[in-house]
């Protein structure tokens, strides 16, 4: 007689396998999925303003799902544009993020005031097949547009798919033509502004 626990196999060693499998599996899924959920925050020397949520999404939710989308190199502060030549530290500077369907909204508005809301631009749509989601963006020393963005996404959508999430890193990279480490508007970088 085995002293034995009862394993659906009674091969001890498929009977490891399944186990060990099983604990793996469960160390690691909390841990991705935590991290998923509440990407970290490396203070990037900008804050991320987010407009437009749709409705199906909450606004925090929907922010959290644009910061996840953006390039990790936007995000390092040991190499974006915090280093580069005309940074001023103390908060000034900010990355705005304009959600909607219909026609384009006005991009120049953006920097005018923190938290403005842009006409009557309607929040997108996420889930209409019909629709356009727009995104109008723009890199705001204070009130003044450094640079400015946009792109669209045709069809149904959600921020965790591929195609939303490439349009907000696309249109992220727009904002900074010379690449990340370098402040737009400033020195080389001056004329990055496109009406």
Excluded: W
Aim: proline share 11%.
């Amino acid at each position: 007689m085995s002293h034995l626990p009862a394993f659906p196999h009674r091969n001890p060693l498929v009977g490891a396998t399944l186990l060990g499998s099983a604990l793996l599996g469960c160390a690691l899924l909390p841990a991705g999925a935590a991290l998923a959920a509440n990407p970290p925050s490396p203070e990037p020397g900008f804050t991320l303003e987010v407009r437009g949520a749709p409705p199906e999404v909450a606004p925090e939710q929907f922010r959290r799902d644009v910061l996840a989308a953006l390039p990790p190199e936007m995000l390092n502060p040991e190499s974006n544009f915090t280093k580069a030549e005309g940074y001023q530290p103390g908060g000034r500077y900010r990355v705005v993020m304009r959600f909607h369907r219909g026609e384009e909204a006005p991009a120049g508005e953006l920097c005018a005031a923190e938290d403005a809301t842009q006409g009557d631009a309607p929040a997108p749509e996420l889930n209409n097949l019909q629709t356009t989601t727009h995104l109008t963006a723009a890199f705001c020393d204070n009130t003044e547009a450094l640079s400015m963005a946009k792109g669209r996404l045709t069809g149904a959508t959600s921020p965790q798919q591929a195609s939303f999430r490439f349009m907000v890193a696309d249109v992220a990279k727009q904002l900074f033509p010379s690449g990340f480490g370098v402040l737009p508007g400033v020195g080389a970088a001056a004329t990055s502004i496109v009406p």
